[in-house]
């Protein structure tokens, strides 16, 4: 099955700086790479995702890029702000499957002023 | 929409007891998932189903059932809970279970907080 990497686990950047966060997968044949954000108490929720068939999405100040032959993704978060602060996900969707996500272990963002 | 529902909130369990998590999505979506999730390791699988009348096993099954009511609800069922079982359990749910074309999002419930003594 898919395994999915995520690092690091937790990254704590000043107000304003850019945050990255890294995952990379096993199973080359997966085509579909969502990032979730969860705050404190709450269920996660999708923020951005990517298929295999682009390399780059944006979405204001959050993007993701993907590179298939060293199977990694990123996503990148400029200009971050205090409601930025939360855990973050990676997954990684299987092919040939009912949308089952294989998810990372998580990154804990904190910005600070 | 309320979107994705799940009861109880919280719940504190004595080893051996039993107890079904609940579930309900009200955005018609075909596929159902039961996670949980226990620091640093992220969000596992334990069951999810494709669509109404079909439920497989996910990365971490083992004391666990599910039963997928219709295609509104999905449950999760403990059956003699044991403290490895304390983690917060997640339901979710997408759009579409096979082929493509549609979006794989999944919506996630608030969480039900599981302790087992």
């Known amino acids: 099955g898919e395994n999915v990497e995520q690092h690091p686990s937790t990254l704590s950047v000043q107000e304003g700086d850019s945050a990255v966060i890294k995952c990379t997968y096993s199973?080359?044949?997966?085509?579909?790479f969502p990032w979730y954000k969860q705050e404190l108490g709450k269920g996660p929720q999708l923020i951005i995702d990517i298929r295999s068939n682009v390399g780059e999405k944006k979405d204001q100040r959050i993007a993701v890029t993907l590179n298939k032959t060293a199977k990694h993704f990123s996503l990148h978060i400029t200009e971050t702000q205090p409601e930025d602060s939360a855990v973050y996900f990676c997954a990684a969707r299987e092919t040939g499957t009912a949308s089952k996500l294989t998810f990372g272990t998580g990154t804990r963002l904190q910005v600070t002023l | 929409n309320a979107g994705v529902t799940q009861t109880p909130k919280f719940q504190v369990l004595k080893t051996g007891q039993s107890m079904t998590l609940q579930c309900a999505q009200d955005?018609?979506?075909?596929?159902m998932y039961w996670y949980r999730q226990d620091p640093g390791m992220g969000l596992r699988l334990i069951y999810y189903?494709?669509?109404?009348?079909?439920?497989d096993k996910g990365e971490v099954p083992n004391g666990y059932n599910v039963s997928r009511l219709n295609k509104r609800e999905f449950s999760l069922r403990l059956e003699s809970a044991a403290p490895s079982q304390t983690s917060v359990y997640f339901c979710a749910s997408s759009a579409r279970g096979t082929s493509g074309g549609a979006t794989y999002e999944q919506y996630f419930g608030p969480g039900t907080r599981l302790t087992v003594t």
């Open positions: 955005m018609n979506h075909n596929s």
């Open positions: 199973d080359s044949a997966s085509n579909y």
């Open positions: 189903s494709a669509s109404e009348g079909t439920t």
